[in-house]
Each structure stands twice: as structure tokens, then as C-alpha cells.
């Protein structure tokens, strides 16, 4: 197998054999001219989860490097850096619980960070722990094979160098891939004008006063860039194939008298994180109004069930409460006759914000149930297309065509002139990033050949094949559907204590088997279809990224673990009490 030559290649330049390279290798693997071996940990990655793993590990005495492909930490936060990029987690929650006097210390600003807030904290904490000098920045991991022989992953980079370590912890977060649409490569050799993509925003200041501006995509960073863009922008074009459900976001300044309360209540709200579904405290389901840290938390959802009112009630409910109507119902997450009335809700939400019914009537998804994506929260976004220089182009009507050098066609449309474009396409979220790392595992068997028809892991840790090899909020973990910094924390402490037991046990090597991994495999399935958190985000009518629909060609399978992260944390914890049940140390 290729992946099998690959592998003699580089063990012929680490033993100094110089052995001739196969063509269709990676050309930095020829490249690669001195090596770097002996390391106990590789991580990979400097985000949250890579910043806290370098730490945590650091801590044990263990000999590590992190690898990033930015020149900067941050992870996502370094990279999406666009016009409005904004956090939908609590400003007060959306960091590390395990740094006490960083509680203390880090004054949060507003309800909802921003980026360059989230950024800025991001790199307290590195200059804090003194982290950077265990980083290789400008580095990206092109291709990593587990060396059965030597049992030690062999991981190549752009900068030439070959590393070798015992074990390799995947760290690169679940949205760090960009997805580049065919349109958007076409973009960039035909459009005589700049072209931008949200995953990927430039570092410098941009200036789009006087500018005609076209936006294609209308995901989350779509709509959280789309007000920004259009206040500066001359005109503002939205191509919008798939209408979102997004909720105000509510989003406010905090006060001295609430960051005093939050930081006398931390202990009670980070130990209300562990054990809730999402791990938030302060906020109830699709993102209700901040809690109060100083009562009881968690937030309890509104009781309400929707079937139980009347039409005049549910007119009522819209009327004195808008797009608040359809937070915090008790019924609409497994019941689609409920679902239903709150999309009616919300669609009269809309056409009460937005005066032209043409277009208020576009914004509104149809034959989609509401929650089942990621829950879209915004800072007026509707009220944007009241402004006369935006026009909204509802690509369900009519497909791009062709990107032209100044601009682009629409069937049956005139050709709209643009001076700048936006691609704001999301992610190929979850697998993508582990995928671009082209990870080799035992008999030469690679990641994407494992994963032709979807991700395969045990609790999201591990992959069966790949020893030594974890992933932090890997598929099959709850991830995406948690808020990240308590998945993450929960997972960067049990690999590093089970990288623990497998030394201190006398091992070199841990690996999950293939029953286990099976065997999650159908739980997450059966989770996604039943319970909370279930049934509407696995519907077969929703094209959500949990299930890879927004990628061509990627298989449709539901990735995350929607049980909960309390439940899940338990479940881990009874594995490692159980001898670490479903892994196999050798």
C-alpha cells in the first residue's frame, strides 16, 4: 500500500538510509532533512484544547511539542477573525474552570465575546503558563503514520522536519476546516476583485466603504458578518441558498455588579457545567436570556409545552415576546407537530421585523425543523435587510451560474456587478480536520479509508487501528453540541491520565478495540434518534453539518454524541473505573 511505502520512506531518512522517496508521496517528506525524535507527546494544535494539553501534560514531566499550523494561539479564535465573529457561549463560561486565578483575574466585557476579546484571553493564558516555548507556529502536519516496528507515530510537517513520538494527541478542533466550494476556487481565478473566506480572514484591517459587496452563504458566519458588511459597504448583495433559523443574541455589556457575582459563584457554575447537557449554566435551550450566577443553576427550561396552548395563546405568546416565543418549549425537540407551530411562530417573527414580505418571506426556512442545526444567534440581522443598500438573492429560485471577472450570473437574472467577494461557507466540520492531518494506522490502513462511510470511534477518544492516537472532542463525543471549553477540559484530563496509567502500568501502548468502538457507534446512532438533545437534530429532513451535508460527497452520518455531556462524562468515568473497559494496553 502507498501509505505502507510512505512509511519505509521516512523510516529509511530517520535511520539515515536516505531511501528514495515514491512519487506519490508528499513532496516536504522528501524535503525533510533532519529530524526531531524522542518526544513522549506530540500534540497537535495550539487552541483551547492543544494549549491545555500542552500545560496538563507539561505538568507530568513528559517530553512535548505542539505543533500549529497559525502563527499565533487561539485556534478558531486565531483564524475566524471576520467582521462579527462572535462566540454563542457565555463570555463567563467560555473559558478554563481548571485556572482559578485566571477566574480572578480576566475581566470579561460583554455578555457574548467577540473574537478579538476571546483572542486576547487565548493569549493571557499562554504568556500566563509560558506555553509558546513548547510550539512550533507556521508548522502544519501534512501526513503521520504509526510505525508498528518501533511503535512510535512518525509525523511529517511543512517545515521539513520529521518527529517521531509515543503518542499523538489530535488537537485541531472540530470548525478549523474551512469548506472551499468549487465557486470559490473559481472566485479566485476568474473575479478580478478581492475574494474573502470567513474561515480564513485576513489579518489586516479591510476598508469596504464604497464598496459593492456580495456574500455568499448564510451559515453563522454569514449572518454575524452581514450587518458589519452592509453598515460599511456602499451596497451589500446576500446570495442565500439555505435560510437559517437565528435568535437575537441578546447580547449586552456586563457590568462590575454581575462580574462580581459570577466570580463568587464560580465554583457553583463550573460544577453545573460538568454535569448538564451542554455544559452551560447560565443559558437554557436555544440560547435563553443570562442567568442570574448567584440563583439556582442550572437554568431550568420553561415548562411550557407548546401543543398545550391555544392558537390565541401561541398569538398571543408571538406578539408580546417575538423571537423569545419560541425559546425554552419543553415539546418542540421530539415532537414535530409542536416543531412545526414554533416554525409558524417564528415565521410571523420575521415578517414582523422585516418590512418587505418578499423578503421576509425568503429569510424563513421551509420543510426544516427548528434546532435541529446548531442554534444561529445574531445582533440584527433581519432588521439588516431594511437597510436600502442591501438586497437579498434567493438562490433557491435560481443558481449561480458562472463567477464572472466582475461579478456574477444567476439564471434569468441581470448580472450583478460586485467590487468585492465573501464566501462565508462554513466547515467541513468534525472529520475534516482529522483527515487533513492523513493519519496511517496498523497495516497501513489510513484514516480516510477507515472513514469512507463515517466516522468510527470509541467515545470519541480513539479510533480502533490508530494506537496511541487520541483526538480532543473527536466525533462520537459530544463536541459541537457542548460548550468546547468543558468538553475539552474533560478530555485533556482523562488522556492525560490514561496516558499516565499506561506508563506507570509498564505499557507502550493503548489502544481502543474494535467491539468497543462498534459498539458506540450504534449508541451514538440510537441517542441521536431518541431522548433530549435527539430526534429533531438527526431528522431526516434537516442538512445540518452534524451530519456533513454541507460537504459534497461526504457520507450523512450524525457525528457528535447528542446524550449530553453529563451523561457522557459518567460514561467515561465508569469506563476508567471499569480498567479503562473497551481499550487494550500492550
Given at each position: 500500500m502507498a501509505a505502507n511505502r510512505r512509511l519505509e520512506a521516512l523510516r529509511g531518512q530517520l535511520d539515515g538510509g536516505g531511501a528514495q522517496q515514491p512519487s506519490h508521496a508528499h513532496e516536504d517528506i522528501g524535503r525533510a532533512v533532519r529530524d526531531e525524535s524522542g518526544f513522549e507527546v506530540l500534540i497537535i494544535g495550539a487552541g483551547f484544547s492543544g494549549m491545555l494539553a500542552c500545560h496538563t501534560l507539561r505538568k507530568q514531566g513528559l517530553h512535548i511539542r505542539v505543533l500549529e499550523s497559525g502563527s499565533g494561539v487561539g485556534g478558531t479564535w486565531y483564524w475566524n477573525r471576520y467582521p462579527g465573529a462572535r462566540c454563542d457561549v457565555p463570555s463567563v463560561e467560555y473559558s478554563y474552570s481548571c485556572f482559578p486565578e485566571l477566574e480572578e483575574e480576566f475581566v470579561w466585557t460583554e455578555c457574548m465575546a467577540a473574537q478579538p476579546e476571546i483572542e486576547r484571553y487565548a493569549n493571557v493564558v499562554a504568556d500566563k503558563f509560558d506555553l509558546r516555548r513548547d510550539i512550533d507556529f507556521d508548522t502544519t502536519v501534512t501526513s503521520m503514520a504509526f510505525d508498528e516496528k518501533t511503535e512510535k507515530w512518525v509525523v511529517t510537517a511543512s517545515d521539513g522536519v520529521i518527529r517521531t513520538a509515543q503518542f499523538v494527541i489530535t488537537a485541531v478542533g472540530c470548525l478549523s476546516k474551512p469548506s472551499e466550494p468549487a465557486l470559490y476556487h473559481e472566485a479566485l481565478a476568474t473575479f478580478n476583485g478581492p475574494v474573502y473566506l470567513t474561515g480564513r480572514w485576513p489579518h489586516t484591517p479591510l476598508d469596504f466603504s464604497g464598496k459593492r459587496v456580495g456574500v455568499v452563504g448564510t451559515g453563522s458566519s454569514g449572518i454575524q458578518a452581514i450587518p458589519i458588511l452592509a453598515a460599511e459597504a456602499a451596497e451589500l448583495t446576500v446570495f442565500q441558498r439555505t435560510p437559517q433559523y437565528t435568535i437575537p443574541a441578546n447580547n449586552h455589556p456586563l457590568d462590575k455588579e454581575y462580574i462580581r457575582r459570577t466570580k463568587e459563584n464560580y465554583g457553583r457554575i463550573r460544577a453545573a457545567e460538568r454535569t448538564s447537557h451542554a455544559g452551560i449554566a447560565l443559558v437554557g435551550h436555544l440560547g435563553g436570556t443570562i442567568h442570574d450566577p448567584a440563583s439556582e443553576l442550572p437554568v431550568s427550561n420553561e415548562s411550557v409545552a407548546l401543543l398545550d396552548l391555544?392558537?390565541?395563546?401561541?398569538?398571543?405568546?408571538?406578539?408580546?415576546?417575538?423571537?423569545?416565543?419560541?425559546?425554552?418549549?419543553?415539546?418542540?425537540?421530539?415532537?414535530?407537530?409542536?416543531?412545526?407551530?414554533a416554525c409558524d411562530m417564528f415565521r410571523e417573527a420575521v415578517h414582523r421585523v422585516v418590512k418587505d414580505p418578499v423578503v421576509a418571506e425568503a429569510l424563513v426556512p421551509t420543510n426544516t425543523p427548528l434546532g435541529c442545526k446548531r442554534q444561529v444567534i445574531d445582533t440584527n440581522y433581519y432588521e439588516t435587510f431594511n437597510r436600502p443598500n442591501v438586497k437579498l438573492v434567493d438562490l433557491r429560485k435560481?443558481?449561480?451560474?458562472?463567477?464572472?471577472?466582475?461579478?456574477?450570473?444567476?439564471?434569468?437574472?441581470?448580472?450583478?456587478?460586485?467590487?468585492?467577494?465573501?464566501?462565508?461557507?462554513?466547515?467541513?466540520?468534525?472529520?475534516?480536520?482529522?483527515?487533513?492531518?492523513?493519519?496511517?494506522?496498523?497495516?497501513?490502513?489510513?484514516?480516510?479509508?477507515?472513514?469512507?462511510?463515517?466516522?468510527?470511534?470509541?467515545?470519541?477518544?480513539?479510533?480502533?487501528?490508530?494506537?496511541?492516537?487520541?483526538?480532543?472532542?473527536?466525533?462520537?463525543?459530544?463536541?459541537?453540541?457542548?460548550?468546547?471549553?468543558?468538553?475539552?477540559?474533560?478530555?485533556?484530563?482523562?488522556?492525560?491520565?490514561?496516558?499516565?496509567?499506561?506508563?506507570?502500568?509498564?505499557?507502550?501502548?493503548?489502544?481502543?478495540?474494535?467491539?468497543?468502538?462498534?459498539?458506540?457507534?450504534?449508541?451514538?446512532?440510537?441517542?441521536?434518534?431518541?431522548?433530549?438533545?435527539?430526534?429533531?437534530?438527526?431528522?431526516?429532513?434537516?442538512?445540518?453539518?452534524?451530519?456533513?451535508?454541507?460537504?459534497?460527497?461526504?457520507?450523512?452520518?450524525?457525528?457528535?454524541?447528542?446524550?449530553?455531556?453529563?451523561?457522557?462524562?459518567?460514561?467515561?468515568?465508569?469506563?476508567?473505573?471499569?480498567?479503562?473497559?473497551?481499550?487494550?494496553?500492550?
Open positions: 391555544t392558537p390565541e395563546q401561541r398569538a398571543e405568546r408571538t406578539q408580546r415576546l417575538g423571537f423569545e416565543a419560541v425559546r425554552n418549549l419543553s415539546d418542540t425537540r421530539w415532537d414535530m407537530e409542536a416543531n412545526r407551530l435560481g443558481k449561480i451560474e458562472r463567477i464572472t471577472k466582475t461579478g456574477l450570473s444567476i439564471a434569468g437574472q441581470p448580472h450583478f456587478d460586485l467590487d468585492v467577494l465573501v464566501f462565508a461557507t462554513g466547515f467541513d466540520a468534525l472529520t475534516g480536520p482529522l483527515l487533513a492531518l492523513n493519519p496511517t494506522g496498523r497495516h497501513g490502513q489510513t484514516l480516510k479509508e477507515k472513514w469512507a462511510a463515517g466516522p468510527k470511534t470509541y467515545l470519541g477518544l480513539q479510533t480502533a487501528g490508530f494506537p496511541n492516537m487520541f483526538t480532543i472532542t473527536g466525533p462520537g463525543s459530544p463536541s459541537v453540541l457542548s460548550n468546547m471549553i468543558v468538553s475539552i477540559e474533560q478530555h485533556v484530563e482523562w488522556i492525560s491520565q490514561c496516558i499516565k496509567h499506561t506508563r506507570e502500568s509498564g505499557h507502550t501502548v493503548v489502544e481502543a478495540t474494535q467491539d468497543a468502538e462498534e459498539a458506540w457507534v450504534t449508541e451514538v446512532n440510537e441517542v441521536s434518534k431518541s431522548g433530549i438533545g435527539g430526534m429533531i437534530i438527526a431528522h431526516p429532513s434537516c442538512a445540518s453539518w452534524y451530519l456533513g451535508a454541507n460537504i459534497p460527497g461526504k457520507p450523512r452520518v450524525f457525528m457528535p454524541y447528542a446524550g449530553g455531556l453529563g451523561k457522557y462524562r459518567g460514561i467515561c468515568e465508569e469506563v476508567v473505573k471499569d480498567g479503562y473497559r473497551g481499550f487494550v494496553f500492550k
